[in-house]
């Protein structure tokens, strides 16, 4: 099935889940699509089996807290997180036996944001230490570090070969992975007319366009290439400056993010147009959400974690 605005309007719940008692920080699809795994303020660790479609364990990060998780490069059963609690050391956990394979210190501050390579087990981390740091799943040791000038957050392009830092909220750095050290490549600026900080980024798939989400009422696709304005997207509801995630679909043809009312709300990439506003009966915000990168499927989450499916009727 080809992901059109007709489908995405057929979204609706399938299954809604309330595995923890705070709000979910955080979840993850494993790259084959088959697992998801959230992560949330009350140190829980929930792992979902996409084909039965419900929460198969819970592992606790009770000393550390958890927060922005993620798979390990093609593997369902490792993930790196960042502490919320003690320290920002970040963790590498094995999910079958739930203990940790390696620990990767080096942040002096809270971890922003944690990429992993879609090649290789390389992944990168920024930090409110202004640094931006390199590392290798085999080895606890700091392989890089860039220091861009700013509160920085990144993430890699689909490649593995580039990253990208949003740096204070005003620019765009690009990174060659493999000669970092000479400095970003190309820098673009790109201010939002209401003041906000940028919570994350994202490429697209097809690597042509980066995404900027913010702590505002507005979000931002720019051109890759050439960093200019693509659109800037708002219209839903987000008046107490939530850090709420925003996702591409998979076909890089839609953007995606949740709201301060709990609904979904669905921009075309190509038109800059509204093609959907999806209630998912969330109780709170929603902070985090992604698109399935293999299945046709969504899931959203506020402290409920909700799964999505398209209705074959609307379509």
Same mark, same amino acid.
């Given at each position: #099935?080809?992901?059109?605005?007709?489908?995405?309007?057929?979204?609706?719940?399938?299954?809604?889940?309330?595995?923890?008692?705070?709000?979910?920080?955080?979840?993850?699809?494993?790259?084959?699509?088959?697992?998801?795994?959230?992560?949330?303020?009350?140190?829980?660790?929930?792992?979902?089996? #996409?084909?039965?479609?419900?929460?198969?364990?819970?592992?606790?990060?009770?000393?550390?807290?958890?927060?922005?998780?993620?798979?390990?490069?093609?593997?369902?059963?490792?993930?790196?997180?960042?502490?919320?609690?003690?320290?920002?050391?970040?963790?590498?956990?094995?999910?079958?036996?739930?203990?940790?394979?390696?620990?990767?210190?080096?942040?002096?501050?809270?971890?922003?944001?944690?990429?992993?390579?879609?090649?290789?087990?390389?992944?990168?981390?920024?930090?409110?230490?202004?640094?931006?740091?390199?590392?290798?799943?085999?080895?606890?040791?700091?392989?890089?570090?860039?220091?861009?000038?700013?509160?920085?957050?990144?993430?890699?392009?689909?490649?593995?070969?580039?990253?990208?830092?949003?740096?204070?909220?005003?620019?765009?750095?690009?990174?060659?992975?493999?000669?970092?050290?000479?400095?970003?490549?190309?820098n673009f600026e790109s201010r939002f007319n209401r003041a906000c900080d940028?919570?994350?980024?994202?490429?697209?798939?097809?690597?042509?366009?980066?995404?900027?989400?913010?702590?505002?009422?507005?979000?931002?696709?720019?051109?890759?290439?050439?960093?200019?304005?693509?659109?800037?997207?708002?219209?839903?509801?987000?008046?107490?400056?939530?850090?709420?995630?925003?996702?591409?679909?998979?076909?890089?043809?839609?953007?995606?993010?949740?709201?301060?009312?709990?609904?979904?709300?669905?921009?075309?990439?190509?038109?800059?147009?509204?093609?959907?506003?999806?209630?998912?009966?969330?109780?709170?915000?929603?902070?985090?959400?992604?698109?399935?990168?293999?299945?046709?499927?969504?899931?959203?989450?506020?402290?409920?974690?909700?799964?999505?499916?398209?209705?074959?009727?609307?379509?």
């Amino acid at each position: #099935m080809k992901i059109t605005d007709s489908v995405l309007r057929s979204f609706r719940v399938a299954r809604t889940y309330r595995c923890n008692s705070e709000k979910v920080n955080c979840l993850d699809y494993s790259p084959n699509g088959e697992n998801a795994i959230s992560s949330s303020n009350d140190d829980c660790i929930v792992l979902y089996d #996409m084909q039965e479609g419900k929460p198969s364990r819970t592992l606790f990060s009770k000393k550390y807290g958890v927060d922005l998780i993620r798979y390990t490069y093609g593997d369902a059963n490792t993930v790196v997180y960042t502490s919320n609690k003690l320290d920002d050391t970040i963790r590498y956990l094995s999910l079958t036996d739930n203990k940790y394979i390696r620990y990767f210190p080096g942040h002096s501050a809270r971890v922003t944001a944690l990429s992993m390579s879609p090649v290789d087990e390389m992944f990168i981390s920024s930090s409110l230490d202004k640094t931006i740091r390199i590392w290798d799943l085999r080895s606890p040791d700091c392989q890089g570090l860039t220091n861009p000038l700013g509160r920085p957050i990144c993430s890699f392009d689909p490649d593995g070969l580039i990253f990208a830092a949003g740096v204070e909220s005003q620019a765009i750095k690009l990174y060659d992975l493999r000669a970092f050290d000479k400095g970003p490549f190309a820098n673009f600026e790109s201010r939002f007319n209401r003041a906000c900080d940028w919570t994350g980024l994202k490429f697209s798939n097809d690597g042509k366009q980066i995404l900027i989400y913010t702590n505002g009422g507005s979000i931002r696709i720019l051109n890759a290439f050439s960093g200019s304005v693509l659109h800037t997207f708002s219209g839903y509801n987000n008046s107490t400056g939530m850090a709420l995630e925003a996702c591409f679909t998979p076909d890089s043809q839609f953007v995606m993010i949740g709201s301060e009312d709990g609904r979904v709300h669905v921009w075309s990439t190509e038109s800059g147009m509204k093609v959907a506003v999806l209630d998912g009966k969330h109780p709170g915000a929603i902070n985090t959400l992604q698109f399935n990168p293999r299945f046709m499927t969504f899931a959203s989450a506020c402290t409920n974690m909700t799964f999505w499916l398209p209705c074959d009727e609307d379509v």
